[in-house]
Structure formats: structure tokens, C-alpha cells
DNA sequence: TTGTAGGCGTTATCAG
DNA sequence: CTGATAACGCCTACAA
């Protein structure tokens, strides 16, 4: 039965229980077991409950690849993000894929790293599997990706980020505008002398320019700035500051991409005899729960970014569902003050 | 062509594109094209040239589902995790996702927070996709959970644990051991006193365990203890010790069950006026980031969690392709002297 | 090296 | 409410 020419066996007894067995079992049509399955309300109550027995003697397990392919719906959304290394990405990955699942949907991770071509590649690859939708990272990609995007029809959501032009749905806030926000509440607290720890991802070079453009704005400039490779981390903010320490004036602004680096950078300036936050003062980005609990608690441009995740979720379904779902998610961010500044 | 009774139209004009359309185009079979897509080394190369023509001007794009339902492998592996909000299991996640992508195949990913039965039908929904592989966490798991793995006949790996009888192949540690481990070491430095700050999860009750045992073993006790929520985390560490500050011995040797708790442990006690290593030695577990770069950095039972994600992976990869893979492979654990001890 | 035939397991549609 | 039929798009096996 399973060794008809053409095929290789099914993998185990269980898993080659198909739905002919079931309806054979419990006396009615294949698709009568489907409807059990999938539109319960469609089927009347004696029948269905035959049908549920047969299901659990046999233990059948429905085979999504095949009602996939039939229904030409995957059930299944693909998601994106350069890492889940960092809380950056793996907090909205975490609510995401719990709100999608508590939908019925599984989600396909994909890891692009810090690389474009990267990213096309993997995008490229889970449309094959024909996803239900899609999440990406960010809001820049390049005309050849928009256009296969579009031709493949499916609702995206692009996280982290605004831009003029999204491809679909945008979740997300303006990165310049918070640099610049930082720039203004250190300007506010008297601050005259600035400096910046940022790394080189596409996002935080944006509050990076912000952050600068602004301190210009005020007639200010930076005393001393580090880039840091992306996905920055605790030992970047150490080895960040330990290369600016000698450049920073008696009381300085630090400005760092992640409250990771930020960490770092307030371990390390303590070391070097460096008081926070009366000769470095110090804001962060993101609250991860290190800036939140460590000591002093660390002041941060905060952003949850498991709401992100959550909103990702809900437009995504929404336009799944053929419901109107708004294209475009602001984010509120806001500067929390705490012992660092 | 697409407006057959029964089906939907294809997503898109690139997504409708099929491989009988590009069969034509370049005048061979359908099975043709799937070979130079599958098999290249076996098909001419003036002919493969054409055929990958076609598919270029045609933007075809493979139906991975069609293909999988067809050929009976699905590429892709399903990974189930508690959470990835904790390096614990994001470090695993990442670099395991990492290599399987390399290899061809995808990783969907499921969350199944700390309770079993959620685990359980997670498990029971994943495998409704049909993946080639499952990467499962812990190795404690139900008798019927084990019967339907068994039958569903695929490889399957457990990480981070070991046990008398894996499921199939095992990535891990004996955590018992390890707590046994740190005793000994907190014993060796001449500590008389002992505390603990673990969490409810398995495999910290384990190690907890394996602590609490061997200190038993020296014919010594605990002077305080505090159970924490499972993932445990940095506040839980601070709140914890701050509920056992009081019952401090002059001299207490801390072991935490991970290095989120042990940094949230020390952050309090200075807080507290108690000097770490001085009045409160503190062994964590995991040797994330935190502890190797807050100061002074934290002593730890050191896992790799990222080789345990690539070891999986491994083993998979080499069962799937029919080598013979170790379905034991047993993961180093050191403890790292550092500034808490 | 290439083609032909048929089926993978399910679901949309229409008929009863 | 239930059933019969015909795809969904691709790949295994075998033939040429």
C-alpha cells in the first residue's frame, strides 16, 4: 500500500495514516474528515464524533505539506532577522512567534546576519516555501527584492524601522529622530561635551547621525566616537570606551547604539577611575534588562522591542485575514532617566 | 490555466510560474528542469544552459511544498525551545539554525515556555509538517510523547541534558554532576557556609540538586536558599538575594543556576554592603556575556551553549544523510575562576 | 542523458 | 450535510 511504484515508504506506522484510512474507518468520504478537521460547524455532530474516533484509533496525523499544497496555504509565516543573539532581535522574534502560533501559524527562522546579500538570498529561499507572510528586518532593500516581493503577493511586515517607501507593512520608529532626542536630553541637562559609541548596523548608524546632527544643531561637537561592528555587544562598549578614555573632557555625554555597549562602556570607565555618571554621563539604547537592573540602573532610550514583535503579529494576521490593517505601526520610544546621567 | 474548477488563482505572476512553464521554454521534460534545479551533475550542459535561461526570464521560483510533498522530505528541521529570550537557548538556536541553513535546510522554530503539555502538543503540531529532523530541549519526556517520536520514525536531538534513555540522540551534560562540581570547588576554596539562588526549571533543579548533595557529602548545609520562576533572570537574582541577605553567614558561598541570576545576585549584595568575593563568594552558570564583562566578573560553570547548537546540528545532518552519528554526545562543562570567588 | 507515467495526501468545487 | 472529482506542482521509478 505504501509500496507502490514511484515512492519511497512512508516514515513510521503512525505517520502513514492518511485521511482515506480514516474516512474508510469511520464509513464516510475523505472529505468529510478534512471538514472535521478544518470547518467542524459543517459537519453534523454524530458524524463528527465517528470521525474523531477514527482519528484516535488510527492516531492520523494531518499532513500540512499536502493540505498546503492543495489549499495553496502554508500555515506558516517566515521571519527574517540578522541574529537572535542580541535581546535587539530575539525579543520581538519571541513575541512574534507566540502570537503567531496562538493564530495557528508556525514560523520559519532565518538568520541573515549583518549582510544584503545576505538577506536576498534568504528571502529568495523561504519563498520557496511559500510562506503565508513574512517579517523582515528593517526598511531598506533593493528594487530587484521589492519587485520579487510584490510579484509574490504576500502580506511583509519590515520591523525596527520607518522609511518613505515600505514594501508592505511597517512597524517601527524613526532612529534619527531618537538620536537626535538623545542629543537634546543631555543638551538639557547642561551637557557641553559629547561622545559616542555606535556600531555599524544600518539602524544605528541612523541614531548615530541624529544623535550627531543634532549636538551640531545645538553649536556643539563630539570630543571622541568609536564605531563598533554590528551586532554589538559588552565587550565592544569595553574596548570602545578603553580607546576614548584619554579624549574625554571633565564631564561628558555618552552617547552608546545599544545598552549593551553601554554596559560596557560604564564597566570599563569605572575601572579607569572614570565616575558615572558626574564626569561620563551615559544612555543607552533599547532597555534590555541589563540596563534596567544593573547598578547604577543605566538611562536609555527605550523601545520595546517586544511590542514591535506583537504589533508585527497582529498587522500581519489582520491582512491575512483579508481585514484592513494599518501599513504603518509607529513605535513610541522615550528617554528613561536613570543613574547613568 | 490557473481558473481550473477548484483551486485559487497563484499568488502572483512570478509565484504562478511553474515548472511545466519553464520545461517549455526550454523545449524539454518538466523532469528535466527538476534535475538541473536537483541533480545538475546529470543533465548535459548545453541543456542545463538553456533550462537555467528560462528559468531566468520566467523568474521561476520552486514550490518547495509540492517538492516535499512529492519526494517526502520536507528540508526542513523543527526546533522546539522554551524560550529564546534567554542566551540559554537563543545561543543553541542561533548557531543550530546557522548551520542547518547551510546545509540546506530550514529551521521553524516553536516556543514552548517551561509547562510539558505545551511542549507536548507543540511536538504533535510541528510534526504535522512533516520536518526531516526535530531538535528538541531536555531529555525528559512522556511515554506517549516517546511512542509518537519513535513512529514518526525521524531523527531527533535533545540538547542541553542526558539521561538513561535519550529519545534518540543526545547534546548535553550531566547537570547533577555539575552542580556536584561547584561544591566542590566552593569546598576546595574553604567555604563552610553555602546558599543557593535556583530556578524551577529542570535541569537547574538538577543541578541544584547535585549542590545541594554533594555539600551534604562534605556533611555541611545550606544556610539560605530561595527558589526562582523559570526562565529566571537578572531582577530574579536581585530579588532573591535580597530575601536571603538577612541569613548570610560572614563568609557564604552562592551558587546561582544561571549567570543572569548570579550578576542580578551581586549587583544586590553591594547594594547591601556585602563585599563579593570577600563576605559572598558567587558561582554562576552558563558564562554568558554579562559575567565575563561586568566587573568583577563572575565565576562560572562554563557550558557552550553555541557548540551545543552546532553539535546538533551536526549529529542531524549525519543521521539524516545515513552516516552513523554518535547519539551521545556529551558536552565539556569547566568551571572558570573568576572575580566572585 | 532525457522522457513518460503516475502518484505524493490533501482540499476546492460542484452536485446531490 | 455529505460525496465524487479533479487538481495543487513536483519528483520517483522506469523506459528509451
Redesign the interface.
Known amino acids: 500500500m505504501n509500496n507502490l511504484p514511484g515512492?519511497?515508504p512512508?516514515?513510521?506506522?503512525?505517520?502513514s495514516v492518511k485521511i482515506t484510512d480514516v474516512a474508510a474507518r469511520a464509513g464516510v468520504a475523505p472529505m468529510t474528515v478534512s471538514r472535521v478537521l478544518n470547518t467542524p460547524d459543517r459537519v453534523s455532530e454524530p458524524t463528527a464524533a465517528r470521525v474523531r474516533a477514527a482519528i484516535e484509533e488510527l492516531?492520523y496525523?494531518?499532513?500540512?505539506?499536502?493540505g498546503?499544497?492543495?489549499s495553496?496555504r502554508?500555515r506558516?509565516i517566515a521571519a527574517i532577522v540578522p541574529?537572535?543573539?542580541s535581546?535587539m532581535f530575539?525579543?520581538p522574534?519571541?513575541t512574534f512567534?507566540?502570537a503567531m502560533?496562538q493564530a495557528g501559524y508556525?514560523?520559519?527562522?532565518?538568520?541573515s546576519g549583518y549582510g544584503a546579500e545576505s538577506e536576498d538570498a534568504?528571502i529568495?529561499?523561504?519563498?520557496?516555501?511559500?510562506p503565508d507572510g513574512l517579517l523582515l528586518t528593517g526598511a531598506q532593500r533593493s528594487p530587484a527584492i521589492r519587485a520579487?516581493l510584490?510579484?509574490?503577493?504576500?502580506p511583509v511586515v519590515e520591523i525596527w524601522d520607518t522609511g518613505p517607501e515600505p514594501t508592505d507593512i511597517l512597524v517601527g520608529f524613526d532612529h534619527a529622530e531618537m538620536g537626535a532626542a538623545v542629543a537634546d536630553f543631555f543638551v538639557r541637562q547642561g551637557h557641553t561635551n559629547f561622545a559616542a559609541l555606535c556600531a555599524r548596523d544600518p539602524r544605528a548608524i541612523l541614531r548615530r547621525q541624529g544623535f550627531v546632527d543634532r549636538v551640531a544643531h545645538h553649536g556643539l561637537t563630539l570630543v571622541a566616537e568609536r564605531r563598533l561592528d554590528a551586532p554589538s555587544?559588552?565587550?565592544d562598549g569595553?574596548t570602545g570606551l578603553r580607546q576614548i578614555v584619554g579624549q574625554l573632557a571633565p564631564r561628558t555625554a555618552l552617547f552608546c547604539s545599544s545598552d549593551?555597549v553601554a554596559?560596557?562602556a560604564m564597566?570599563e570607565a569605572?575601572?579607569h577611575g572614570v565616575n558615572v555618571p558626574e564626569q561620563l554621563a551615559i544612555c543607552g539604547f533599547g532597555d534590555f534588562?541589563?540596563a534596567?537592573?544593573?547598578?547604577p540602573a543605566i538611562t536609555t532610550a527605550r523601545v520595546d522591542g517586544g511590542a514591535i514583535g506583537a504589533r508585527a503579529a497582529e498587522a500581519l494576521l489582520a491582512r491575512i485575514n483579508g481585514a484592513t490593517a494599518e501599513s504603518r505601526v509607529l513605535v513610541p520610544f522615550e528617554i528613561i532617566p536613570r543613574g547613568t546621567t
Open positions: 515512492h519511497p512512508g516514515r513510521g506506522p503512525g505517520a492516531g496525523m494531518p499532513n500540512l505539506i499536502a498546503g499544497l492543495s495553496r502554508s506558516m541574529t537572535i543573539a535581546p530575539s525579543a522574534v519571541q512567534t507566540d502560533e508556525h514560523v520559519m527562522l532565518a538568520l534568504q529568495r529561499a523561504v519563498l520557496a516555501r511559500r520579487l510584490r510579484s509574490a503577493n504576500l555587544s559588552i565587550e569595553r549593551l554596559f560596557g564597566t569605572r575601572l534588562e541589563v534596567r537592573f544593573c547598578s
